[in-house]
């Protein structure tokens, strides 16, 4: 399946357990809110239960009110969430990108000792 998304958010509600009655999760049932732009986290706060945990990337995606320049990107979102929830911050560029050089790295490197075992 492939999820097409211009102008809006794409959501997923993902439970599992022994017994699953329903596949929604309800306000205050979450054990768990990820999210993948730093904004968004704020809108779905009110599903996650008391001692509940954040999970956020470090990323902002401008809304279309920002993108026009009405308004500005929001300050300090991360340190709001902090104030009401157990956030765990993370950087998923920063991830990828020390990923896909790590690979460049160890792929140039595994061609060297190739080179040097065919002429040794």
């Given at each position: 399946?492939?999820?097409?998304?211009?102008?809006?958010?794409?959501?997923?509600?993902?439970?599992?357990?022994?017994?699953?009655?329903?596949?929604?999760i309800g306000k205050g049932?979450?054990?768990?809110?990820?999210?993948?732009?730093?904004?968004e986290t704020g809108k779905?706060?009110?599903?996650?239960?008391?001692?509940?945990?954040?999970?956020?990337?470090?990323?902002?995606?401008?809304?279309?009110?920002?993108?026009?320049?009405?308004?500005?990107?929001?300050?300090?979102?991360?340190?709001?969430?902090?104030?009401?929830?157990?956030?765990?911050?993370?950087?998923?560029?920063?991830?990828?990108?020390?990923?896909?050089?790590?690979?460049?790295?160890?792929?140039?490197?595994?061609?060297?000792?190739?080179?040097?075992?065919?002429?040794?």
């Amino acid at each position: 399946m492939v999820w097409h998304n211009v102008g809006g958010s794409v959501t997923t509600q993902v439970r599992f357990g022994e017994k699953v009655y329903s596949p929604i999760i309800g306000k205050g049932q979450a054990d768990i809110v990820v999210s993948f732009e730093t904004m968004e986290t704020g809108k779905w706060l009110e599903f996650l239960k008391p001692n509940g945990k954040v999970v956020v990337n470090d990323f902002h995606i401008p809304s279309a009110p920002i993108l026009t320049g009405k308004v500005e990107y929001p300050s300090g979102v991360i340190e709001a969430l902090k104030e009401v929830a157990d956030v765990t911050v993370f950087q998923a560029a920063k991830l990828a990108e020390d990923l896909v050089i790590s690979y460049h790295e160890c792929y140039y490197c595994w061609r060297l000792v190739k080179q040097w075992i065919r002429h040794n």
